[in-house]
């Protein structure tokens, strides 16, 4: 499969993130009354913590799942740590009254599985391509199917390799 990185690129700075995970708070204000936020992990860290802030949400844990293995292409899905118990009877043992929060859907995996642990979570992320999008409730940004977003954690003045995957 080719490298989906040399489709179509979307460079996100830091200040633009943050934007759009305020606004991604704005959005979420009137939408619920939540109890606590699931936060996917690791794209879903750094908004998770915006919003917490904004919504002035104090409850927050942390689903673990890998899909993007190798910075290139979505592999096979391993869920590392699930949604603890604690927090699934928060929400009646569904999820009601859960917000998850996530950098993007692609298309969609993640966001089945988490789903499947949280059914009635709202599920919101920042950005959505059109695969995924009809499994989250509220995005701020649609990028098409067959663009690469670059994160700013991902990005120095060239794309910076995790520290882990570097020269040893």
Do not use: N
């Not at 709202?122 to 499994?135: D, E, F, I, S």
């Amino acid at each position: 499969m080719a490298d989906p990185r040399a489709d179509k690129a979307f460079p996100v700075s830091w200040d633009q993130f943050h934007r759009d995970a305020r606004a991604l708070a704005w959005r979420l204000s009137d939408k619920g009354s939540w109890q606590a936020i699931v936060c996917v992990t690791r794209g879903g860290l750094v908004p998770a913590a915006v919003i917490a802030r904004e919504l002035g949400i104090r409850l927050i844990e942390t689903v673990c799942v890998a899909s993007y293995h190798d910075y290139k292409e979505q592999g096979g899905l391993e869920v590392l740590k699930p949604v603890g118990q604690s927090f699934i009877d928060l929400g009646g043992g569904d999820g009601a009254g859960i917000l998850v929060v996530d950098d993007l859907v692609d298309t969609g995996a993640t966001a089945k599985v988490v789903r499947a642990m949280v059914p009635k979570c709202h599920y919101a992320t920042m950005y959505a391509k059109p695969a995924g999008q009809p499994l989250v409730d509220t995005f701020i940004t649609e990028v098409s199917q067959d663009t690469w977003i670059y994160f700013p954690w991902d990005m120095g003045y060239s794309f910076q390799p995790p520290i882990a995957q570097g020269e040893k």
